[in-house]
């Protein structure tokens, strides 16, 4: 089976940086996703891991340690539309469908 | 090239009625997933579907829910004589390939009163 833990919430400060980090533990793993979700929307897609190291696109950036069962979303510059839900996601091995962690709630303030 | 359309956005039943949740994936893509999400919650998986074909419903209850894919026409999620613990968002997502580049629709807000 798959469990997959990120914090619950999150505040941070406009202009500033914060780290969401996801720890999971699978009996396979081939890879993991990140997704924003604004209150009442869809989720949409930021980032894909399946290497080791760190990904980065814009403001976003996402890292990955397999060996530990480890990511982090980071987001620098921070504004206010990014108050939202982020959620981790883990694809597992063969024909299953992705498992989602609870999601962080982060609020921007200013 | 629209995304991934459900209908209706909300949906009011009285508890005993049946609730249909429709599903347009993106142009292309055959792979449909099923998710149901509750307020404070992650997005809890329920069914994926191919054209024609169930291939994992391991996260849906096995009595008063089923889902199709038709080879014409929106994917659906049925829901027989709804309870209040139905009450949820429920969204599809679609992908090219499986398990990679998910775009999910808007989802359907049931509400069982």
């Known amino acids: 089976g798959q469990n997959i833990d990120q914090p619950t919430e999150m505040t941070a400060t406009e202009g500033a940086i914060v780290q969401i980090n996801c720890t999971y533990q699978?009996?396979?793993?081939?890879?993991l996703f990140w997704y924003q979700q604004h209150a009442g929307e869809a989720p949409t897609f930021l980032s894909y891991n399946v290497l080791d190291g760190l990904e980065e696109k814009g403001r976003f950036s996402s890292f990955l340690s397999r060996s530990k069962g480890y990511s982090y979303l980071l987001l620098k510059e921070l504004q206010m539309k990014d108050s939202a839900s982020y959620l981790c996601?883990?694809?597992?091995?063969?024909?299953?469908?992705?498992?989602f962690g609870k999601g962080t709630r982060l609020s921007v303030i200013a | 090239n629209a995304g991934v359309m459900q209908n209706p956005r909300h949906l009011v039943r009285r508890r005993g009625q049946e609730a249909r949740l429709r599903c347009s994936p993106m142009?292309?893509?055959?792979?449909v997933y099923w998710y149901r999400q509750l307020p404070e919650e992650g997005l809890k998986f329920m069914v994926y579907?191919?054209?024609?074909?169930?291939?994992?419903e391991s996260g849906m209850p096995k009595e008063r829910f089923s889902a199709e894919f038709p080879k014409e026409g929106p994917s659906i999620l049925r829901i027989q004589q709804v309870v209040r613990g139905d009450s949820a968002a429920y969204f599809c997502?679609?992908?090219?390939?499986?398990?990679?580049?998910?775009?999910f629709g808007s989802g359907t807000r049931l509400t069982v009163v």
């Open positions: 699978t009996s396979g793993f081939n890879g």
């Open positions: 579907l191919q054209k024609e074909n169930i291939i994992d």
């Open positions: 142009k292309g893509h055959s792979h």
């Open positions: 997502a679609s992908s090219l390939d499986f398990n990679y580049g998910y775009t």
């Open positions: 996601a883990v694809s597992p091995p063969g024909n299953t469908p992705l498992v």
